[in-house]
Each structure stands twice: as C-alpha cells, then as structure tokens.
C-alpha cells in the first residue's frame, strides 16, 4: 500500500505542532517495539464538553507525525465523550489508509488522545 494524498499533507504540512500554555490536560506517550521509539507529548484545552484545542510535539517517524497532526484535525471542535475513545481505526480511515509498517503510528496519536482526557 503506498501513503495517501492526505497522509502526505499531514505529514509535510502537520496541524497543531506545538504545546498549549496552560493546558486543561496533557500527557506524554511513547511507542516501543519493531525499532520505533516515538514519544509524543500531547497538550489539550476544553471548552466545556469540547476540545477546543490540541497540539503535539512528536520525536517520531513520517507515520506519527501524520497520525498526530491528523488526530488534532479530527478531534478539534469534538465533544470530550467521543474524543475520548478515537481509535487508530478512526485515525486510518480519516487517513485514506496507511501501511501496515505505520500502523504503530495511529495506535499511538489514538493512545495520545484518550490518555490526555482521561487525565
């Protein structure tokens, strides 16, 4: 499988690369196996039953800078309740799909996301 067109303007045009002052929750994720080692920090600020903003720092491969920049694009704007259970299955099909190699990458901005919440 080759990368999508909007897997590629993620990863060469990310959204939400950054951290939030003062945000309402944040986490740190980080990915071990098959020789990847991403670590993504993730800061979030609700506005009310909403996540208002998102933003990631990400010492990663191509795949989670695009799983993460794409994770920000879907989640902004969405109810808290639904945020909180994205699955890498939400982020793949949001993505036009990915390599099975990459599939790491959405598990871990799907991961991201619900730990960030549910702090």
Same mark, same amino acid.
């Given at each position: 499988?080759?990368?999508?067109?909007?897997?590629?303007?993620?990863?060469?045009?990310?959204?939400?690369?950054?951290?939030?002052?003062?945000? #309402?929750?944040?986490?740190?994720?980080?990915?071990?196996?098959?020789?990847?080692?991403?670590?993504?920090?993730?800061?979030?600020?609700?506005?009310?039953?909403?996540?208002?903003?998102?933003?990631?720092? /990400?010492? /990663?491969?191509?795949? #989670?800078?695009?799983?993460?920049?794409?994770?920000?694009?879907?989640? #902004?704007?969405?109810?808290?309740?639904?945020?909180?259970?994205?699955?890498?299955?939400?982020?793949?099909?949001?993505?036009?799909?990915?390599?099975?190699?990459?599939?790491?990458?959405?598990?871990?901005?799907?991961?991201?996301?619900?730990?960030?919440?549910?702090?």
């Amino acid at each position: 499988m080759s990368f999508s067109e909007r897997y590629l303007d993620h990863f060469s045009h990310p959204r939400g690369v950054g951290e939030i002052a003062n945000p #309402t929750c944040s986490c740190e994720v980080q990915h071990e196996g098959g020789g990847c080692f991403d670590r993504v920090k993730l800061t979030a600020r609700l506005d009310g039953d909403r996540v208002a903003e998102v933003k990631f720092r /990400a010492r /990663a491969c191509s795949g #989670t800078i695009a799983a993460c920049s794409a994770m920000v694009e879907v989640v #902004t704007g969405m109810e808290v309740s639904r945020a909180k259970v994205l699955t890498s299955e939400d982020l793949t099909e949001f993505l036009g799909g990915i390599p099975e190699k990459k599939q790491h990458s959405v598990e871990l901005a799907a991961r991201a996301i619900v730990e960030c919440l549910a702090s």
